[in-house]
């Protein structure tokens, strides 16, 4: 395993002239992320609850089905390119070809395959909306209030994936405390802990709220699967408690996340090592909000190889294989570098562990594709063109 010491053993110091955070958000944006919620959240309760048994009924909800997917597919198209940033950080422009990746698969596809891939574009709202305690707590719109009938997991990701963090918290709250949840719907009701930590963690910045979910998690029969995890949140969450808020400079988040993933990775050297989640979610978080300072291209790069660690690290409680994408980046970011070198080598060991496990075999030809063209870009000195 890379140690995340030598990821930031040679971390040069930001510059210290870096801009701030651009104080307002650009209201084509906000117009576009308000449409993108209505759709959003009319589509996923539909794919989330029992489809009717009625023809009628059910041939109505499929063309409802349709006509969101193609809203969802028309506002993500180029969101990336069509605007005014929010922040520098890469993340924005990288979520937002995620977004729209994830919204084309949504026409392919009907059943449960629909529904997975609704929840994974939820699952990128919520995943670049919760980066960081930046931007509006809630949006600047009014949205139809979610169905106080849907069941609190559910309206849990509505809320989270639709910026309504405060009402989020809440719904998950209530989700985690559902015992039995916990019971008939293991998966779901680990999502809403994991959703709840994140948005107590990096949104929240509250550790006493984090380490009340995770007491409920620990008095949770039904959680015992999560009990030795919840150990280790427990810890790192009181130590936090425990700390002193500390100004948040660019050298001096630079710091801060050289600090978490460092106590992340020795944490895992313990003997019952495992629980270093809340640790890796506030390196990204600070990682996150040193990239939204566009620091010199050196710290951005050392970031993005932070951000391809925790990830990684963090593939069962965010956004699934999102590593690939900061590794990529950071190969990316700084060609021919150790620096390269290291994120290549996470990146192939990763993705065979995903997607191969122990059985060993080739990986898909685009992934294959993609490792040929990155094991080039990353090697010492730049490939000889042929011919020449
Ligand atoms: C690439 C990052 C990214 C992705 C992906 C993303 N958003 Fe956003 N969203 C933002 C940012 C940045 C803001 C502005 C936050 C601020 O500063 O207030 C925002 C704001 C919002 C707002 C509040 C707008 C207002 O009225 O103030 C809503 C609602 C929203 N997003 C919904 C969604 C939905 C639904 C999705 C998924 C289909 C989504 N967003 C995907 C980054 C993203």
Redesign the pocket.
């Known amino acids: 395993m890379l140690a995340s010491i030598a990821v930031f053993a040679l971390l040069p110091t930001a510059d210290p002239a870096s801009p701030p955070l651009k104080p307002e ?1 650009d209201a084509a ?3 576009r ?2 449409a ?2 209505v ?3 009319a589509i996923l309760p539909e794919v989330a609850m029992p489809t009717p048994t009625d023809a009628a009924a059910r041939s109505a909800r499929d063309e409802r089905l349709r006509q969101h997917a193609r809203s ?1 597919a028309a ?2 198209h180029g ?2 390119n069509s605007e005014r ?3 520098s950080d890469p ?6 070809a ?2 729209e990746a994830s ?1 084309a698969e949504l026409a392919k596809r009907d059943g449960e395959r629909l529904k997975d891939a609704v929840f994974v ?2 699952a ?6 919760t ?1 960081t305690d ?8 009014s ?1 139809a209030p979610v169905d106080t009938k849907l069941p609190a997991w559910l309206r849990g990701d509505v809320l989270s ?4 963090f405060q009402e989020a918290r809440a719904a998950y709250r209530v989700a985690v405390a559902d015992e039995k949840l916990a019971e008939a719907e293991p998966t779901l009701w680990e999502r809403a802990v994991k959703r709840a930590l994140v948005l107590d963690v990096r949104v929240a910045r509250d550790p006493q709220a984090a380490l009340e979910v995770v007491e409920r998690v620990l008095a949770t029969p039904a959680g015992q699967p999560l009990w030795q995890d919840a150990i280790g949140w427990r810890g790192s969450l009181r130590r936090w408690a425990g700390e002193k808020p500390n100004p948040d400079s660019a050298a001096e988040l630079e710091a801060k996340a050289e600090r978490l993933l460092d106590e992340a990775a020795g944490l895992e050297r313990t003997p019952d090592g495992s629980g270093a989640d809340i640790l890796y979610l506030r390196a990204t978080a600070a990682l996150h909000e040193l990239l939204a300072r566009a620091p010199a291209p050196a710290v951005r790069a050392q970031a993005l190889a932070g951000l391809g660690l925790a990830y990684e690290k963090l593939k069962d409680v965010d956004i699934w294989a999102l590593y690939a994408t900061y590794d990529e980046a950071c190969i990316e970011a700084a060609p021919h570098s150790l620096l390269a070198g290291e994120c290549f080598t996470r990146l192939e060991r990763a993705l065979k562990e995903d997607y191969l496990g122990n059985a060993g075999g080739a990986l898909p030809a685009d992934l294959d594709a993609k490792l040929t063209r990155l094991r080039a870009l990353a090697a010492p000195t730049p490939a000889t063109p042929k011919g020449i």
Do not use: E, N, Q, Y
């Open positions: 958000v944006w906000v117009a992320m308000d993108l919620a759709s959003l959240a969802l506002l993500a969101v990336a940033l929010p922040d993340t924005v422009p990288l979520l937002s995620k977004l919204v574009v939820a990128t709202c919520i995943g670049c909306h980066r930046r931007g509006a707590p809630r949006p600047r719109t949205l994936a639709t910026r309504r």
